[in-house]
C-alpha cells in the first residue's frame, strides 16, 4: 500500500506561483510513476505532469511551459505553478503508479486562482 499527502494549494491572483508538494509513505519503493493531476468543477481528472523513476518526464498540453515537475527523493515530488490563470482553477491530486500495475491517490489540495 501506498498513502499519499498533499500540500501547497491555495489561492492567488492570476499570474501568481504556488508550489505544490506530494509525499509518499508505505510501500514507497513499489512506485515507478508519480504525477498531478487536476479536476475542475464539473469537468473530468486530467493529467497535469508526471515523473518516472528515471526523471523522465511528460506534461498536459496547457501547462507545458509555466509548470515544473520535479522529484525532490524516493518519497516527495513537488509541481512548481508559475503564471496561473483563472482556468487552472482546480483540486490537484498527486498519483503514484507501481510497477506492478496499482495506482494509487491523493485527497487532493485545491488550487484557485482570481482574475
Known amino acids: 500500500q501506498v498513502q499519499l499527502v498533499e500540500s501547497g494549494g491555495g489561492s492567488v491572483q492570476a499570474g501568481g506561483s504556488l508550489r505544490l508538494s506530494c509525499a509518499a509513505s508505505?510501500?514507497?519503493?513499489?512506485?515507478?510513476?508519480m504525477g498531478w493531476h487536476r479536476q475542475a468543477p464539473g469537468k473530468q481528472r486530467d493529467m497535469v505532469a508526471v515523473?518516472?523513476?528515471?526523471?523522465?518526464t511528460v506534461y498536459g498540453d496547457s501547462v507545458k511551459g509555466r509548470f515544473t515537475i520535479s522529484r525532490d527523493n524516493a518519497e516527495t515530488i513537488s509541481l512548481h505553478v508559475n503564471k496561473l490563470k483563472p482556468d487552472d482553477t482546480a483540486v490537484y491530486y498527486c498519483?503514484?503508479?507501481?510497477?506492478?500495475?496499482?495506482?494509487?491517490w491523493g485527497q487532493g489540495t485545491p488550487v484557485t486562482v482570481s482574475s
Open positions: 498519483k503514484a503508479f507501481t510497477f506492478s500495475g496499482r495506482d494509487y
Open positions: 508505505g510501500a514507497v519503493g513499489t512506485i515507478s510513476t
Open positions: 515523473i518516472s523513476s528515471t526523471g523522465s
